[in-house]
Protein backbone atom coordinates (compact mmCIF):
# COMPACT_ATOMS: atom_id res chain seq x y z
CA UNK A 1 0.00 0.00 0.00
CA UNK A 2 2.92 2.24 1.09
CA UNK A 3 4.79 1.45 -2.02
CA UNK A 4 1.38 2.72 -4.60
CA UNK A 5 1.39 6.03 -2.99
CA UNK A 6 5.14 6.39 -3.54
CA UNK A 7 4.26 5.53 -7.15
CA UNK A 8 1.33 8.01 -7.67
CA UNK A 9 3.82 10.82 -5.68
CA UNK A 10 5.99 10.55 -8.16
CA UNK A 11 3.98 10.29 -11.12
CA UNK A 12 2.64 13.67 -10.01
CA UNK A 13 5.40 15.34 -9.58
CA UNK A 14 7.06 14.51 -12.76
CA UNK A 15 4.21 15.63 -14.34
CA UNK A 16 4.45 18.77 -12.81
CA UNK A 17 7.86 19.38 -13.54
CA UNK A 18 6.95 18.74 -17.16
CA UNK A 19 4.91 22.00 -16.66
CA UNK A 20 7.72 24.37 -16.92
CA UNK A 21 7.03 27.85 -15.97
CA UNK A 22 10.46 29.21 -17.74
CA UNK A 23 10.11 29.51 -21.98
CA UNK A 24 12.66 26.60 -22.64
CA UNK A 25 11.60 26.09 -26.16
CA UNK A 26 13.33 27.81 -28.61
CA UNK A 27 10.83 30.76 -30.81
CA UNK A 28 12.89 32.01 -33.78
CA UNK A 29 12.55 36.13 -34.96
CA UNK A 30 9.59 35.70 -37.55
CA UNK A 31 9.99 38.87 -39.60
CA UNK A 32 6.73 39.52 -42.52
CA UNK A 33 5.78 41.94 -44.98
CA UNK A 34 8.61 44.20 -46.72
CA UNK A 35 11.99 43.82 -44.59
CA UNK A 36 12.54 47.71 -43.83
CA UNK A 37 15.61 49.43 -42.75
CA UNK A 38 16.18 53.09 -41.75
CA UNK A 39 18.74 53.63 -44.04
CA UNK A 40 16.52 52.57 -47.08
CA UNK A 41 13.86 54.56 -45.88
CA UNK A 42 15.71 57.68 -45.69
CA UNK A 43 16.96 57.47 -48.95
CA UNK A 44 12.96 57.95 -49.88
CA UNK A 45 12.38 62.06 -50.89
CA UNK A 46 9.98 64.15 -52.26
CA UNK A 47 10.58 64.32 -56.14
CA UNK A 48 11.32 60.49 -56.64
CA UNK A 49 9.42 58.82 -59.53
CA UNK A 50 7.53 55.15 -58.25
CA UNK A 51 10.22 53.08 -60.06
CA UNK A 52 13.20 54.87 -58.02
CA UNK A 53 10.59 54.00 -54.73
CA UNK A 54 9.80 50.01 -56.09
CA UNK A 55 13.65 49.67 -56.42
CA UNK A 56 14.68 50.50 -53.16
CA UNK A 57 11.79 49.13 -51.23
CA UNK A 58 10.49 46.66 -53.56
CA UNK A 59 6.85 45.95 -54.57
CA UNK A 60 4.04 47.72 -51.42
CA UNK A 61 2.17 45.26 -49.78
CA UNK A 62 -0.76 46.82 -50.17
CA UNK A 63 -1.67 50.03 -52.73
CA UNK A 64 -4.58 51.73 -51.93
CA UNK A 65 -7.77 50.26 -53.68
CA UNK A 66 -9.48 54.05 -54.29
CA UNK A 67 -6.39 56.16 -54.85
CA UNK A 68 -3.56 54.31 -56.55
CA UNK A 69 -0.86 56.81 -55.72
CA UNK A 70 -0.98 55.78 -52.17
CA UNK A 71 1.21 53.11 -51.28
CA UNK A 72 1.62 51.10 -48.26
CA UNK A 73 4.72 48.98 -46.95
CA UNK A 74 4.17 47.17 -43.69
CA UNK A 75 7.03 45.19 -41.78
CA UNK A 76 6.27 43.07 -38.54
CA UNK A 77 8.64 42.08 -36.92
CA UNK A 78 8.09 39.64 -33.86
CA UNK A 79 11.54 38.31 -31.62
CA UNK A 80 11.18 35.18 -29.82
CA UNK A 81 8.79 35.45 -27.08
CA UNK A 82 8.17 39.44 -27.66
CA UNK A 83 5.31 41.19 -28.70
CA UNK A 84 5.27 41.89 -32.52
CA UNK A 85 6.64 45.15 -33.50
CA UNK A 86 4.96 46.59 -36.66
CA UNK A 87 6.09 50.01 -38.89
CA UNK A 88 3.94 51.44 -41.50
CA UNK A 89 5.43 53.30 -43.94
CA UNK A 90 3.31 55.46 -46.22
CA UNK A 91 4.25 57.07 -50.03
CA UNK A 92 2.21 59.15 -51.29
CA UNK A 93 2.21 59.73 -55.13
CA UNK A 94 0.69 62.91 -57.17
CA UNK A 95 -0.77 62.92 -60.65
CA UNK A 96 2.15 62.10 -61.92
CA UNK A 97 3.68 59.21 -60.10
CA UNK A 98 6.21 61.45 -57.98
CA UNK A 99 6.63 61.08 -54.30
CA UNK A 100 4.54 63.96 -52.58
CA UNK A 101 4.66 62.75 -48.83
CA UNK A 102 6.54 59.61 -46.99
CA UNK A 103 4.85 58.91 -43.39
CA UNK A 104 6.92 56.30 -41.10
CA UNK A 105 4.30 55.61 -37.87
CA UNK A 106 7.80 54.42 -36.05
CA UNK A 107 11.62 54.58 -35.95
CA UNK A 108 13.12 51.36 -37.64
CA UNK A 109 17.01 49.77 -36.86
CA UNK A 110 19.20 50.97 -39.12
CA UNK A 111 22.08 48.68 -40.19
CA UNK A 112 25.38 50.14 -39.64
CA UNK A 113 27.13 47.89 -42.72
CA UNK A 114 25.38 50.22 -45.25
CA UNK A 115 27.00 53.38 -46.36
CA UNK A 116 24.53 56.14 -45.83
CA UNK A 117 24.80 58.57 -49.33
CA UNK A 118 21.69 60.28 -49.74
CA UNK A 119 22.04 59.79 -53.83
CA UNK A 120 18.86 58.93 -55.69
CA UNK A 121 19.15 55.71 -57.14
CA UNK A 122 17.46 54.97 -60.23
CA UNK A 123 15.75 51.97 -61.83
CA UNK A 124 18.07 50.79 -64.71
CA UNK A 125 16.89 51.22 -68.40
CA UNK A 126 14.62 48.13 -69.71
CA UNK A 127 16.07 46.11 -72.74
CA UNK A 128 14.23 46.05 -75.83
CA UNK A 129 13.21 42.65 -76.95
CA UNK A 130 13.51 41.42 -80.34
CA UNK A 131 10.77 39.20 -81.98
CA UNK A 132 13.62 37.44 -83.86
CA UNK A 133 16.22 36.17 -81.89
CA UNK A 134 18.97 36.21 -84.24
CA UNK A 135 20.32 39.30 -85.91
CA UNK A 136 22.29 42.58 -84.41
CA UNK A 137 21.46 43.29 -80.60
Known amino acids: MHFKSVIVTLIIIFSLSACSVNKVV ?48 VYLQQHAYDKPEQHTFVVQFDQNGIVTQTDLNAPLPTNDNVDENNTIITAPEPTKKRWWPFGKK
Open 26 to 73: YRIDVPQGNYLEGNTVAKVQAGMNKEQVQYLLGTPVLTDPFNNNTWYY
